[in-house]
């Protein structure tokens, strides 16, 4: 009995790692890691993409295809999990004023400034595996080098 929760505790996360997109209770996608990792290139395209639906498209699920589900979210009134940000956003995002200042993409960390209805925002996120796995958004400043 004892071996049995063992092995089941130590089977799910590879059973969570082999899943090619973790779907969510809603049928959400998630970003599955690529290993080895895409090239710089292509995390910028992706960087790209993630800007077009988060912030002009408004479409935080087609955004959050860029997010793994394991995302580690920093701000201190957020849970971790793609699941618990998506769901906070989903209604209230898409009718968010934007008005984007600046991005930036650089050697697996990513920038994006913009104004909204919570203030002029910069947001850093960290990629690994062609997804973003971690955001910063508190104190955050625009990098000067
Ligand atoms: C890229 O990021 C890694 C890890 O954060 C760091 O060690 C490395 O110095 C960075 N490279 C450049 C060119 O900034
Ligand atoms: C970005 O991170 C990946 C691991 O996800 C690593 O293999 C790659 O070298 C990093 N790219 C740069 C430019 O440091």
């Known amino acids: 009995m004892r071996l049995t929760i063992l092995l089941t505790a130590a089977l799910t996360p590879l059973a969570v790692l082999a899943a090619?997109?973790?779907?969510?209770a809603r049928g959400d996608k998630f970003c599955a890691k690529i290993f080895p990792a895409p090239g710089d290139a292509?995390?910028?395209n992706r960087h790209d993409k993630f800007v077009d639906a988060f912030?002009?498209?408004?479409?935080?699920a087609l955004a959050f295809e860029n997010i793994a589900p394991e995302y580690v979210n920093h701000n201190p009134f957020?849970?971790?999990g793609a699941a618990w940000a998506l769901n906070f956003l989903k209604d209230i995002w898409g009718s968010q004023q934007i008005t984007i200042r600046r991005t930036l993409y650089r050697n697996n960390t990513s920038w994006i400034n913009y104004d909204g209805s919570w203030g002029t925002i910069i947001d850093r996120y960290r990629w690994e595996g062609g997804c973003i796995v971690e955001h910063?958004?508190?104190g955050e400043t625009w990098p000067t080098s």
């Open 136 to 138: 910063w958004d508190s």
């Open 42 to 44: 292509e995390v910028k």
């Open 78 to 80: 957020a849970q971790n």
């Open 55 to 60: 912030l002009v498209k408004k479409d935080v």
């Open 20 to 24: 090619p997109v973790a779907l969510g």
